[in-house]
């Protein structure tokens, strides 16, 4: 079974800031990653996925996570934060090892992009 | 726009009562998800088709039901509804089983009154 954990239900932020949106993983098994956006009243929209090889993976929207198989950890970063940035994002695992392909998510981080 | 098409999308309606919700998936992909998501539970993993037939099972109550049909679109069925069935439900497809990724629809938000 694996679990995720968002270590910030809310992180405020100005315009232009660098953001890390934190995620740290529990598994058994050896685990595909990813982070999903959820903007408001819409659904969740796939920013990056971790399946395997290089460690740091970059998404759309200029979002990049890394990797870390001994933290266990996968935590997502912008170099610069533009207002239209504001949503909830969640990171989710699932096994690598088939027998089920769903997602386990985390409760999620309110990123909000202040001017 | 995902390609995973929920409808309706937004269902009020009362206690004791029964719905359908129902989910078109990507062109072409086989598996279907179903997942809840509210305030206090955030997104939980209900159920998976992959090809009709049922894969996996979440914490699916026994008053919830699906099914995947023949040409692929699947239906959740929520009879008795309780207050505490109020949420967004989710559909998300993926073309296959490992090395895949999952496409959500919009969601059908649920109000049970």
Redesign the interface.
């Known amino acids: 079974a694996q679990s995720v954990t968002q270590l910030d239900s809310q992180v405020p932020v100005f315009e232009e800031a660098p953001v890390e949106l934190r995620c740290n993983y529990s598994s058994s098994v050896s685990v595909y990653l990813f982070w999903y956006v959820q903007y408001p009243n819409q659904g969740l929209q796939l920013l990056l996925k971790y399946l395997s090889g290089s460690t740091l993976v970059k998404g759309i929207n200029g979002f990049e996570a890394e990797f870390n198989k001994s933290q266990t950890s996968f935590h997502l970063r912008k170099p610069s934060v533009h207002i239209s940035d504001t949503a909830e994002y969640f990171c989710a695992v699932r096994g690598a090892q088939g027998g089920s392909e769903k997602l386990v998510f985390g409760k999620g981080t309110k990123l909000t992009v202040n001017p | 726009d995902?390609g995973?098409t929920q409808t309706p999308k937004h269902l009020i309606t009362a206690t004791g009562q029964r719905v359908t919700l129902r989910c078109s998936p990507r062109s072409g992909d086989l598996?279907v998800?179903w997942?809840q998501q509210s305030l206090d539970q955030?997104?939980q993993?209900l159920i998976?088709y992959y090809n009709g037939e049922e894969?996996?099972k979440?914490n699916i109550l026994e008053r919830f039901s699906a099914q995947q049909f023949p040409d692929l679109h699947s239906e959740l069925n929520l009879s008795s509804l309780e207050l505490g069935d109020s949420a967004l439900y989710?559909c998300?497809s993926?073309a296959g089983?490992?090395?895949?990724?999952?496409?959500?629809?919009?969601?059908t938000r649920l109000t049970v009154v």
């Open positions: 995902s995973v598996s998800y997942y955030g997104l993993f998976q894969r996996a979440g989710f998300a993926s089983l490992l090395n895949t990724e999952a496409f959500f629809g919009q969601g």
